[in-house]
Structures are given as C-alpha cells and as structure tokens.
C-alpha cells in the first residue's frame, strides 16, 4: 500500500487560527486516515513532541512566537530528526528556502500556493519524497558559517538550548534563572557549557550568532 493511505499523525504548526484551521480542513479533506494535533507556537510543539509518541510529519511555519529565527528548525532537527518537516511559510525568498534545505527539511511550501499546490507537495513527502517550488530547486547556497554555527547549535541539550534562546535575547543569568525556574548556578553552569559548545568566549558572541539565526538576516551578514 503507497504511504501516503497508510495511517498518518500530523502536527499542524502555526500562530495564525485562520490559516491553521483552513489547511487543517483541506488535510482532512484530501488525505485518508490522517489525524491531525495543532500547535499555535513553539511551547505547543515541544510538549506534541515530547508527549506523543507517534507523529509522522510536522508542517511548520518558520517564525511563530517563543523561538527565534531558524533556532527552533535547528533544535527541531537536532532532537527529533525522525520526523520530516515542511515549511509553510509567508517568507519565499530564495536564501530562507536554502538555508532551511541545509537544516534538512522535506518541503519548502509557500502560504501563497493554492491549497491543492500545498496538498501535492504534502503529499510527496508523505510518500518518502521531497517538494521545493520549482524557482527553488537549485537554491542551495554554500553559507559554510551558517551551517556549522548550526551543527554547534545541534549539540547542545534541551535545557542549553533554552539557556541559550534567552541568552540571545539579551536576559541576564538571574533573568534566566528566573524565567527557567533554575537556580543561578545552574543557569551559570548551562552558560559555560554553551560557550565551550559553540566555541565563543563572551555572551556578546551568542547575541552575535543570535542575529545571524534571525530569517531576516542577510545571509553575507558574518559572526563577531
């Protein structure tokens, strides 16, 4: 039996209702026996994530609330790589699309795309494939400082990850502590290992690494 009538569980990632109600409708719709979990931002897909065990393919808008920039694909792909992603995103700019292929995605679909363009590409990766627009498919840029400052990213843990999250938008380790429910020690310890991670010196290179995380960014932008 092809994959893509097999049982499948997907979890529909996106901070705005409207569109996650209406491609949720069409899912259900056009693809047989799936079941579908919504999430509205990042905490939402973490906790789908942890807690379910059987999750066959997130569809993910790139910037929702409580992650910044790709650092929520990089931890994604860090720590659930198993699960294929497609991108469903408002940004179609050719740099997003490559720098989200080198982080291993499955699809790069457009919100501009009719419903039945983003079915088909859906669709394909259900059925082991991969789908990219077609004035994407060579978009696969040589960002070497990009994707090794991801690698780095990818190593650290849960905890550094959201240790670092919080770093990067300028909180100080009381702030995080705070924030985290830790102790100051801890959050200190956490830093440390973050810093030997990712082989910078000073928070100031986290801030640094946090702005060329950020989709905005222009992709020749460098590290301090």
């Given at each position: ?9 997907v ?5 705005h ?21 919504e ?9 789908s ?8 393919l ?77 004035t ?13 400052l ?75």
């Amino acid at each position: 039996m092809p994959m893509e009538y097999l049982p499948h569980h997907v979890l529909v990632a996106d901070d705005h209702p409207l569109f996650r109600a209406a491609l949720v409708q069409a899912l259900v719709d056009r693809i047989t026996n799936i079941s579908i979990t919504e999430a509205e931002n990042w905490i939402a897909v973490e906790k789908s994530l942890n807690e379910q065990t059987q999750i066959d393919l997130l569809l993910l808008d790139l910037c929702m609330p409580g992650r910044a920039g790709y650092s929520g694909l990089i931890y994604l792909r860090s720590h659930f790589p198993q699960i294929p992603v497609v991108i469903i995103s408002g940004i179609e700019d050719e740099a997003v699309i490559s720098r989200t292929r080198r982080l291993g995605i499955a699809a790069f679909i457009p919100k501009s795309a009719p419903l039945s363009l983003m079915i088909t590409g859906i669709h394909e990766v259900l059925s082991g494939g991969t789908w990219f627009p077609e004035t994407a498919q060579n978009s696969l840029n040589t960002d070497s400082e990009f994707v090794s400052l991801a690698q780095k990213i990818g190593t650290l843990t849960t905890h550094q990850h959201k240790v670092f999250q919080l770093i990067g938008e300028g909180l100080l380790n009381k702030q995080i502590a705070y924030e985290l429910g830790l102790s100051l020690s801890t959050v200190k310890a956490h830093t440390t290992a973050i810093l030997k991670k990712l082989e910078m010196q000073r928070r100031t290179q986290v801030l640094a690494a946090m702005r060329h995380l950020s989709v905005e960014v222009d992709s020749s932008e460098g590290l301090e």
